[in-house]
């Protein structure tokens, strides 16, 4: 338990070393800069790039985020965020398989992003890349033959992450920003789920894409 909070802290503590160390201020040709950090909350809709996992958890599962970024240059930022889902899956009945009478899954993620924001009056897109790290824990129940059997598992691993979105400001000073996101992530992992239970959960894709909307405070 330990391992899994040093590697899901360890993203953070990359974003606040980077704040301590970047430039207070640098010139651009609109004048002075000053960075600024932010802190971000969202929520929106995730869905799963497998079939498997969709079948079993449905299309659209709400998802939450929180974060913390740090401006590096007028228009490059590293933002580190979590988040987080939980689903319940629907009983399905399979001819010649374990009926699945229920499942569970939940995601915890943390990411850490470089994004580039395109100068622009008012709204103003964003496109950026980097790296999720999740944590998933998988509970199925199923049924074969009238015999009840049921497994669960927890595995975490790394995967890329892109993200394309939109800042519009909510204020002159644009302190307050309303912000649009989509992103996409690719996580293959190994289960817990022996195939008896769940065929082909061996070797899973958790990765799919999300589409969010949130509130960003810069200081």
Avoid: C, W
Avoid at 60 to 72: A, M, T
Avoid at 175 to 191: A, D, M, Q
Wanted: net charge negative; aromatic share 8%.
């Amino acid at each position: 338990m330990k391992g899994l909070v040093k590697k899901l802290l360890t993203p953070l503590a990359v974003v606040g070393a980077l704040s301590m160390s970047a430039p207070v201020s640098a010139q651009n040709n609109q004048g002075e800069f000053t960075a600024q950090s932010s802190l971000s909350g969202g929520v929106g809709m995730y869905q799963f790039a497998e079939e498997r996992a969709k079948n079993i958890y449905g299309s659209s599962i709400p998802i939450f985020s929180v974060g913390f970024g740090r401006e590096i240059s007028p228009n490059f930022a590293i933002e580190g965020s979590l988040s987080y889902l939980k689903a319940a899956g629907k009983p399905i009945i399979l001819a010649g398989q374990p009926d699945r009478t229920g499942a569970e899954i939940q995601l915890t993620s943390l990411e850490l992003v470089g994004k580039y924001t395109f100068d622009g009056e008012g709204a103003r897109v964003y496109i950026g890349g980097g790296v999720s790290y999740t944590s998933a824990n998988e509970s199925i129940g199923a049924s074969y033959s009238g015999t009840a059997i049921s497994a669960e598992g927890t595995v975490s691993a790394a995967g890329p992450l892109i993200v394309l979105g939109v800042d519009i400001p909510l204020n002159d000073d644009e302190t307050s920003v309303l912000y649009g996101e989509l992103s996409g992530r690719s996580i293959k992992i190994g289960t817990e789920i022996p195939g008896e239970v769940l065929p082909g959960a061996e070797k899973a894709d958790i990765g799919g894409g999300a589409l969010k909307a949130g509130i960003r405070f810069r200081f």
